[in-house]
């Protein structure tokens, strides 16, 4: 699958994604390091890319309704969470293949111990 990375997110993701066999675009290698939400979301939709973010914006399924897009992780850490335990985050969620095949058109919102898909 192929993965939008948001700014606020570690430069590592796209690492981590890769490991598991995935293709990561990082907003801050394509010029969009400052762009707004809208912008991200209408980039990640034209071409075809799965978002996924740290802004619980983008869990605004009024705002950004999944099934007209192909799909948003969005992370949910605490405050001052590091860098690391941002990817064990990524990475709980990575680790289930399954729901990562379901995520065309749905809002998984990942967090230290739980993972929920809604759309659809």
Not at 24 to 36: F, L, N, T, Y
Not at 40 to 56: C, F, K, P, Q
Request: glycine share 10%; proline share 6%.
């Amino acid at each position: 699958m192929r993965f939008l990375i948001d700014a606020d997110l570690p430069r590592a993701t796209a690492g981590l994604l890769e490991r598991y066999g995935h293709t990561p675009v990082d907003v801050r290698d394509i010029g969009m390091s400052s762009a707004k939400d809208p912008e991200i979301a209408s980039y990640a939709l034209a071409n075809e890319l799965i978002l996924v973010t740290g802004d619980g914006g983008f869990g605004n399924m009024q705002d950004y309704p999944p099934s007209d897009y192909h799909g948003f992780v969005v992370l949910r850490a605490p405050r001052n969470a590091t860098a690391h335990l941002i990817l064990q985050i990524l990475e709980s969620f990575l680790k289930e293949g399954s729901l990562v095949g379901q995520l065309s058109g749905r809002l998984a919102i990942v967090e230290p111990g739980r993972i929920r898909l809604r759309g659809r």
